[in-house]
């Protein structure tokens, strides 16, 4: 499993590690922990049974509105998940940008 050594990402360092992870065969997934998903960009509701089913070592960024509930949920998550590497989104759904693009 890969170490990414972080636990929040910007909007910008997401976009740019989804491209480089995926195309090395990792999936990295937004994951949806508010029931509100994020307009423009492909997200998960958060479902425990679905997410294992996710190949070992695929990368959760878990969002909520402001990021602080999922990054101070983080080891909550982790050991959830142990297969999986977890990652909150640093600003949650209120600083995302839909037209940023790189």
Partial sequence: MIDLGVDEWTQREYLTAKNML???GVSVVLVDTILNPIEGVETLLFNPPQMREYPQGSVF???CYSGK???SRLEEFRK?????????????????RKNYHL
């Fill in 22 to 24: 995926e195309s090395r």
């Fill in 61 to 63: 960024v878990f969002y």
């Fill in 69 to 71: 509930g999922t990054l």
């Fill in 80 to 96: 959830k998940f142990p297969n999986h590497v977890c990652i909150s989104l640093r600003g949650g759904s209120g600083y995302w």
